[in-house]
């Protein structure tokens, strides 16, 4: 029987992958071509981040809600390519603003005067933890951020994203990632959110965004990186997790896709590459010298084809690049090259709980558990 397949639902996501899987291997072909190995270009990236830092073109006057974002994707980015030492000066600029941004009642708001929001908190929180300095840690003023983590607890065990906001597995790990980074993760704070976070486990093994709800890249990440920073990651649900995560691998393309049946993205190659090193802290290394995926095949996805040629990484080819899959592409990509055994370190060690670089994570928890303010 002949059944016909119409351009649109699941017929154009399959469209749109195969184009996206040609367009893949366009960029590999060349590259085998050339036969040589294609360098990340860290020069080119540093300049593109730094470019917008200083200045952003008028489309971004859509982000005005998200400038913690934009200083965390830029500063983290910074951070992998190891130059934040040269850039000193940026930084104290940028802990300065993220000052303006905070609310006298705790948190962070989108900007300055806008009223707190769980995720430009955890964006605020970790760029300052990254700068790294007495002055960048200093701004968060830890006692009201407390207050404000607690007054977005929900009976439910979730938490909301601001005021009368919506409750979805975003917000519980933004809320416990900065309590835990600044030595505030109280028992009022983390009672009943275990419960709450494991309603969101689906059938497949991921996360959805709530209960019922799809498993997807994004919230598979904060469910799993949620629980085990309530030490509540048992090994049941880490391998259900970890066979959903490993099969969002994409063949063809070699980079991860962040649902069932859907593109290739690099920003996955954190939110779901990320999954790996903390899944593995729960069930132990796989023995096999690395994390289990093909690191190798997402390195070149993410070098061979998501590099923009004016600096910056892209979604995919045929995109353009932007700060979000910068920061997210050198995040997975750090994550990659700093499996077991590896030797081909050429970013920063990530930290894949907090997603900033290890030495600026393990520098901020001792500073911030060393002074009490509970």
């Given at each position: 029987?002949?059944?016909?397949?119409?351009?649109?639902?699941?017929?154009a996501?399959?469209?749109?992958?195969?184009?996206?899987e040609?367009?893949?291997?366009?960029?590999?072909?060349?590259?085998?071509?050339?036969?040589?190995?294609?360098?990340?270009?860290?020069?080119?990236?540093?300049?593109?981040?730094?470019?917008?830092?200083?200045?952003?073109?008028?489309?971004?006057?859509?982000?005005?809600?998200?400038?913690?974002?934009?200083?965390?994707?830029?500063?983290h980015?910074?951070?992998?390519?190891?130059?934040?030492?040269?850039?000193?000066?940026?930084?104290?600029?940028?802990?300065?603003?993220?000052?303006?941004?905070?609310?006298?009642?705790?948190?962070?708001?989108?900007?300055?005067?806008?009223?707190?929001?769980?995720?430009?908190?955890?964006?605020?929180?970790?760029?300052?933890?990254?700068?790294?300095?007495?002055e960048?840690?200093?701004?968060?003023?830890?006692?009201?951020?407390?207050?404000?983590?607690?007054?977005?607890?929900?009976?439910?065990?979730?938490?909301?994203?601001?005021?009368?906001?919506?409750?979805?597995?975003?917000?519980?790990y933004?809320?416990?990632?900065?309590?835990?980074?600044?030595a505030?993760?109280?028992?009022?704070?983390?009672?009943?959110?275990?419960?709450?976070?494991?309603?969101?486990?689906?059938?497949?093994?991921?996360?959805?965004?709530?209960?019922?709800?799809?498993?997807?890249?994004?919230?598979?990440?904060?469910?799993?990186?949620?629980?085990?920073?309530?030490?509540?990651?048992d090994?049941?649900?880490?391998?259900?997790?970890?066979?959903?995560?490993?099969?969002?691998?994409?063949?063809?393309?070699?980079?991860?896709?962040?649902?069932?049946?859907?593109?290739?993205?690099?920003?996955?190659?954190?939110?779901?590459g990320?999954?790996?090193?903390?899944?593995?802290?729960?069930?132990?290394?796989?023995?096999?010298?690395?994390?289990?995926?093909?690191?190798?095949?997402?390195?070149?996805?993410?070098?061979?084809?998501?590099?923009?040629?004016?600096?910056?990484?892209?979604d995919?080819?045929?995109?353009?690049?932007?700060?979000?899959?910068?920061?997210?592409?050198?995040s997975?990509?750090?994550?990659?090259?700093h499996?077991?055994?590896?030797?081909?370190?050429?970013?920063?060690?990530?930290?894949?709980?907090?997603?900033?670089?290890?030495?600026?994570?393990?520098?901020?928890?001792?500073?911030?558990?060393?002074?009490?303010?509970?």
């Amino acid at each position: 029987m002949y059944i016909p397949i119409k351009q649109g639902g699941t017929a154009a996501t399959m469209f749109a992958t195969v184009a996206a899987e040609r367009a893949v291997q366009e960029d590999i072909v060349r590259l085998l071509a050339d036969n040589a190995e294609v360098p990340l270009h860290r020069t080119a990236h540093t300049v593109f981040c730094l470019s917008s830092a200083h200045a952003l073109p008028s489309w971004a006057t859509s982000l005005d809600a998200s400038r913690p974002w934009l200083c965390f994707w830029i500063v983290h980015s910074l951070a992998l390519l190891d130059q934040m030492e040269s850039n000193a000066d940026l930084m104290g600029q940028v802990a300065r603003f993220l000052a303006t941004c905070q609310s006298v009642t705790g948190g962070f708001g989108g900007g300055p005067g806008q009223i707190p929001h769980l995720a430009p908190t955890y964006a605020a929180v970790m760029t300052l933890a990254e700068i790294g300095t007495r002055e960048a840690w200093d701004v968060i003023d830890r006692a009201a951020l407390h207050r404000f983590l607690l007054s977005r607890k929900h009976p439910s065990g979730g938490f909301t994203m601001h005021d009368q906001g919506e409750i979805d597995i975003r917000g519980a790990y933004c809320a416990l990632a900065a309590a835990n980074l600044c030595a505030i993760a109280s028992d009022d704070l983390r009672a009943g959110v275990g419960d709450w976070l494991r309603s969101c486990q689906t059938f497949e093994g991921g996360f959805g965004g709530e209960p019922g709800n799809e498993a997807h890249g994004g919230y598979a990440f904060c469910g799993v990186a949620a629980l085990l920073l309530l030490g509540e990651l048992d090994a049941t649900r880490a391998r259900r997790v970890l066979r959903w995560a490993v099969h969002r691998q994409m063949t063809v393309a070699g980079g991860f896709q962040g649902r069932t049946n859907k593109l290739v993205d690099s920003c996955y190659s954190y939110w779901v590459g990320g999954i790996m090193p903390l899944v593995d802290l729960v069930l132990g290394p796989a023995g096999v010298g690395h994390w289990l995926y093909n690191e190798d095949a997402l390195r070149d996805y993410i070098v061979g084809c998501c590099q923009a040629k004016g600096g910056g990484l892209k979604d995919k080819p045929g995109k353009h690049a932007d700060l979000y899959h910068t920061c997210y592409a050198l995040s997975g990509l750090s994550l990659a090259q700093h499996q077991p055994d590896s030797e081909r370190h050429r970013l920063c060690s990530n930290n894949p709980l907090f997603n900033v670089v290890d030495r600026s994570a393990t520098r901020a928890l001792e500073y911030f558990a060393s002074r009490p303010v509970l």
